[in-house]
């Protein structure tokens, strides 16, 4: 010990002293840090995240940034989660065919197994929601009426009564929700894409979800009746009106024309 | 019987005088009749609703047919028109004729109003019947509006509340107006029940009255005409009202109920079971009032939120303007007879209608008119529009913005240039005959269509319209060399008569002479 202490004011102390700290530091690291990416991974996880990534090379990262970063065209994709990615790729919104002020649904360009792979890719770049389970958004059983009142609360001032979607500002709006899947309106409740608001779970329990779900279906379903006979719409008096100027007025004066036409005349003219 | 009756209803005399009482034939008389009956249609479906409806706010918890409201809370005005969609009999089907009946019944309102307009059939001595109607317009958007609101569902509670924001926005009183009408904060629990009694009671009670009298005086100034050979300011070219008119008009009304009936059958209007009970913390998108209210909304929609704060006051002109604009809309229309009346100076009766393109200034102004109010409509339903044809909403309400004021303009000049178009085509057809579609080549080679004369009748009905002369203001001194005193009202009315009849703004129809020069004998021209 006398050695050591003898040398404690050599100049190159502090630098041996720090070297061992390093030392140190680095072995515990890598004596406890969880297993690193570096070492060979062959689970179904790590192969769908290299095939996702493959598929992001190509389709994404032109607008997106190559490690998902995002670039002037495209908001970066670390923490939107797995479910974004489902409901974004799923509906056709991405890729997203031009510019504008809102991507519109279209035809979807990439199969699921496609899709469930570039949601690992995405998720594996930081957390976020997880595309949920059948299980999570099947409406079965849930609260109709309740879903009503949610719906009717946080949905349809920009939605419509029963989904028939609304115009935003500059070009913007609100989709149909007509022949939407229960899981994709349950992921857009969870990630809130384009001008939504999100919902997640801390605001809008599973089980809320499933109701809103569950009243959609019922008013604007494949099956939902319509006492009424057409619907002309479901869009209110704006439909209603022009109906009643064009096809009830215009019958009528129709009809009046008709007769006037074949009255007693002393002439025909 | 008769007999009888006579003694003491005194039915012979009134008959006498009313049966063979005449009415002319045209379509567009029938306009009315359309509003009649469907009143009449309306009357009667809302009879059958008052006996199912709860005009109440107490609140309930609802159990009944409509699962998807199950368990929700909501007033029981709310509960009792589901109950009358879903378990009373037929009852949907009424609720539909009813309110279907409401939305063409005010459309009619305006088509006929129109007619009279544009056919100057408001003139003396029909003023006093052109502001009955006007009235009967205006208390059918009131009432429309009522009825709309009775149900308490979130569409119309939405409604319900922006005609609250308008009250409130009236200066000075507007607070305490929307007190007293709602009983306090909005919307209050008196609401449905005072909307029922202006609804079923009130308006429609002088609704009613007004509709006699507008008949009434239909009979006792007899119907107007168009002109023709043998109609004259003095008679009345038709059919007898019994029993020719009297079997026409039975039948027409059957026609008209079977056409809304029909309608109301296949189609839905006002689905109060999808939109749900109203509460003031929700509300929907695309939350519109019934047609006759969409100008009003449109206004509103596309005002500037604009404001003034002034010691602790808020003057809200963003919806303050638009009620005013409102107003002096309306009000534009209803006086309208009373200042053409003044500018021609004309106190004489008038039975023969005007063909519009013969009186071109009142024509351009009534489509300039219209078309302000339907640039209102489009504003008032911009949301619909954007979504469904894929615009912006700004865009869309920047256009209604802009289109407010050019297009009244724009529509004035147009239609007075195509007025004036027709007046001249009209000389031309009177001078020179019709066009027959006949080439005939003459010997020197000459290609020329043959026009053939018109008729005597045609050509009366063509020439028949009178044209007034422009007002003057009349020497600035009199005889005596004194300076006449000339009102500035007087300048006015010359100015403006000068734009209605002066040198432009009408086409002189051909004279007599004119008329003998160019077919005496010249050949065909």
Redesign the interface.
Known sequence: MKKLSARRRHPLAAVVVLLLALAATGGLYAAFAPASKAQADETAQSLAIDEGKKLYAVGCSSCHGTGGQGTSDGPPLVGVGSAAVDFQVGTGRMPAQQPG?QVPEKRKVYSQAEIDQLAAYVASLGAGPITPTEEQYNPEGA????G??LF??NC???????G????????K??PSLEGVSPKHIYEAMQTGPQNMPSFPDTTMPEQEKKDIIA?IK??NGEETP???????G????????????I???G???A???W???H???AKKS | MADWADGRLGIYSLAKANMRKIFP???????G??CLYSFIIIILTGVYLTLFFHPSMNEIVYHGSY??????RMTEAYASTLEI??DVRGG?LIR?IHH?AA??FI??MF?HMMRVFFTGAFRKPREINWLFGFLLFVLGMFTGFTGYSLPDD??SGTGVRFTQGAILATPVVGTYISMFLFGGEFPGHDMVARFYSIHILLLPGIMLGLVVAHLILVFYHKHTQFPGPGRTNKNVVG?PLLP?YMA?AG??FF??FG??AA?A???????V????PY?P???????????YM?FAEGLIRVMPGWEINLWGHTLVLGVFIPLVVFGLMLVAIAVYPFIESWITGDKREHHLLDRPRNAPTRTALGVAWVTGYMVMLLG?????F??HF??????ITWFVRIAFFVGPVVAFIVTKRICMGLQRRDADKVLHGRESGIIKRLPHGEFVEIHEPLSQDQLYSLTAHEQYTPAEVGPSVDENGVERKVTRGQKLRAKLSKGYYGEGNQVPKPTAEEYKEITSGHGHH
């Open positions: 002020p609260d109709i009426a309740k009503g009142e009717r609360t349809a001032q920009c939605h419509n009564f029963t028939e979607g609304g115009a935003l500002t500059n070009g709006y609100a009243y019922t008013v319509t006492p009424g006979g057409f619907a002309l479901g869009l209110g008096p704006v439909s209603e009106g022009l109906f009643g100027w096809f009830g007025l019958s009528l004066i009809v009046a024309v007769v006037a036409a009255t007693a005349k | 034939d045209h379509w567009s008389f029938m306009l009749e359309i699962v998807p409201m199950h368990g929700i969609s879903f949907l539909q279907w939305v063409i459309a009619g088509v979130l569409l059919m020719v026409k039948g027409f026609l008209v056409v809304i309608i059958g296949m189609f839905t209007i006002n689905p079971w999808a939109l749900g509460r913390d929700q509300v929907s998108t695309g939350a519109q009032p019934d047609w969409g008032g339903g911009n949301d619909i954007a979504t894929h615009m912006s909403l700004n865009a």
